[in-house]
């Protein structure tokens, strides 16, 4: 297989394929980070409006970590996962207090950042920093898995596609290789005819798909209706609008006869950083 031919069919086919993300437009450490963080476990269509709000208020990490944790996680609402909220504010002063306000662009010292692991770590040095290493979000890993015919252990997987990237393209490689697994190399519906590299992919449609584990019903992620991570949403939500004492807690969340399981989510969300109580006024947002 021709690697370089491999990389010219895709970045051709992304210069008239490629979608426009406000994000695209920016090389500012900050604003890729604050995309990335967004766009963990949520849909690009809903990050998009919720970006461009959020930079404009906070366009620089010496803003965000001035602003109170409260007023972060408000401008969170409809993203989900409210954790990652906390850990921007948190990063946000840590950039400030140890990187004089820049964000770091070395891969340790990214990983010494709150919510910030290898994915979310090297997406920001390539698309910031625009060096060449290889990002290996779901999208990219379902690609390299088909075209290579096989599943990659987590180590392989980032060995191998760091080795695909060309040089001097890391930016655009990744960018196309995002597309390409959003928008043709999809995980239930893959369009093969319209694939950029199906003539150098290995699984090319047929057979058991490489990039699909084997799961059984009992390895079955645990379903959001009735979840505790759906009670944490529906408290967080709540106290956006206003402060919850602790009898509300139950109605609130959506518990109704289970107090225990109430306060231990409560507590989990104190922990978590996402809320405060005291006796007086009850639940809030941290100030």
Same mark, same amino acid.
């Given at each position: 297989?021709? !690697?370089? $031919?491999?990389?010219?069919a895709l970045i051709q086919w992304w210069q008239t394929s490629s979608r426009d993300l406000p994000w695209r437009q920016t090389r500012d450490p900050w604003l890729v980070m604050v995309s990335e963080l967004m766009l963990q476990q949520t849909q690009v269509n809903?990050?998009?409006?919720?970006?461009? !709000?959020f930079i404009e208020k906070y366009p620089t990490p010496q803003k965000c970590s001035e602003a109170p944790p409260s007023s972060i996680i408000e401008e969170w609402e409809g993203l989900g996962y409210n954790k990652r909220a906390i850990n921007l504010h948190r990063t946000s002063q840590l950039i400030v207090e140890t990187h004089s306000g820049k964000v770091p662009n070395t891969l340790n010292e990214l990983l010494e950042l709150p919510g910030i692991g290898?994915?979310?770590?090297?997406a920001i040095l390539c698309f910031a920093f625009e060096q060449d290493v290889g990002v290996v979000d779901v999208n990219i890993n379902r690609i390299i898995s088909r075209v290579i015919g096989k599943m990659l252990s987590p180590l392989e997987m980032q060995i191998a596609a760091d080795n695909f990237v060309p040089t001097g393209e890391g930016w655009i490689w990744n960018q196309a290789l995002m597309d390409l697994g959003s928008e043709v190399c999809g995980s239930r519906s893959p369009d093969c005819d319209r694939c950029p590299l199906k003539n150098y992919c290995l699984w090319k449609? $047929?057979?058991?798909?490489?990039a699909k584990k084997k799961t059984s019903s009992s390895s079955m992620s645990q379903s959001f209706e009735g979840s505790d991570r759906q009670g944490r949403g529906k408290l967080v939500n709540t106290l956006r609008s206003r402060r919850v004492v602790i009898s509300e807690l139950e109605e609130v969340m959506g518990w109704n006869g289970d107090p225990e399981r109430c306060r231990r989510v409560a507590a989990g969300l104190i922990k978590d950083g996402l809320v405060e109580y005291n006796d007086t006024e009850g639940y809030g947002l941290p100030s």
């Open positions: 297989m021709d !690697h370089t $031919e491999q990389q010219k809903r990050v998009i409006p919720k970006y461009q !709000h290898p994915y979310t770590a090297r449609g $047929e057979g058991p798909d490489p």
